[in-house]
């Protein structure tokens, strides 16, 4: 049976990130938020979600869905602790989702999946101490890809009863795979279906005046998503008049640049302060009103 070198690379990919990752969680302090685990917001497999509170007494704080990635075939939330952590300390509710995924379903089910858990975390907003009203979107790889569908088309919040241009206060992408047709990959062209179909799965040709604001982030040495995903996403909502912000950061691989949200790991990149400076400004939060990172 033939075996796609694109497909190895992805698998090992996938297993040394899923090593470092536990290593990482690791050193990540367990304090500085309250966390919420395994909250259904649908039936079925895979249709659950954490949730990391802001210790400080507040309310209506900004809301942050988080989608990892993992090539549509594979991830946990379980290994996301350190993203949790990252934005809770800085104010933010943090609600991280699994979805479903290859070979359980194909495109769209994870969209579907992902807008479930976006209107479970608008609807208990009040209970999270949230603000439904300042709902964030950030993705990793396949869950940049997700959080821009999400955004950009539509139909998949339309589902459930919102509207992308209404109730998602931003979108931030990092190492996003946007517009990366033709598919070489057996199992991605499985995921993704026929080949006259597939530019309908991509995020950039859904993309129209009044989009949520995006900050699109990439590093150079990224190897396996092109950051010209970013770019050509990025020149596209330019030109419908949309707001978008972009940052590149040289030398900084595609697991490194999620890695760097982590506190051991925060030295190869200001990834999480830009980000944090990113969506504090769209909320206008003045800073000394800002949640500031743990110390420790």
Known sequence: MKVSVQRVVIGVGIAVASLVIAAVNGFVPLTGYVLRKNEAYGTGDRRTLDIYLPTTESRDRPIIVFFYGGSWQSGSKDMYRFVGQAFAARGFVTVIPDYRVYPAVRYPGFLDDAAQSVSWARSHAASL????????????????????????????????????????GAVVGLAGPYDFLPLKDPTLMEIFGPTATRPGTQPINYVSAGAPPAFLVAGTADNLVDPGNSTRLADRLRAAGDAVETKTYPGIGHIELLLSIAWPLRFRTPVLGDVDTYLKGRLAIPEDQAVREAAQ
Do not use: C, E, N
């Open 129 to 168: 101490g949230g603000d439904p009203q300042r709902i964030f979107l950030i993705g990793h790889s396949a869950g940049a890809y997700i959080a821009a569908m999400l955004a950009y088309d539509s139909t998949w919040l339309g589902k459930v009863g919102l509207d992308p241009k209404r109730d998602i």
